[in-house]
Nanobody
């Protein structure tokens, strides 16, 4: 059983930056996908960025602004968010799943979420 804990959320002005962190208790296999998803009020949870090996996958609207990275030795995944926009406001969730599962489905283990609010 894996427990994921997110941190780093908060309130920033448009154009600001935040860095989200997710650490896992229990071992995350380096062969498992790690990623970030978000859910805005009244909307479904959506993929933001996922990484296994090689090139990460990003939601189109965050490309060039967000960067995902992982540290397998520390069982951690990070999301650097720059040039934040009001439409990025959401609860952000950390996730890990076997690579055999689609990254677009509700699979794997989830953290409790961290709130990101972008507002002037």
């Amino acid at each position: 059983q894996v427990t994921l804990v997110e941190s780093g959320g908060g309130t920033v002005q448009p154009g600001g930056s935040l860095r989200l962190s997710c650490t896992a208790s229990g071992t995350i296999l380096s062969t498992h996908v790690m990623g970030w998803y978000r859910q805005a009020p009244g909307k479904r949870r959506e993929l933001v960025a996922v990484i296994l090996t090689g090139e990460p996958t990003y939601k189109e609207s965050v490309k060039g602004r967000f960067t995902i990275s992982r540290d397998n030795a520390k069982n951690a995944v990070f999301l650097q968010m720059n040039n934040l926009k009001p439409e990025d406001t959401a609860v952000y969730y950390c996730n890990t799943r076997p690579p055999t599962y689609s990254v677009y489905g509700d699979f794997g283990s989830w953290g409790q979420g961290t709130q990101v609010t972008v507002s002037s």
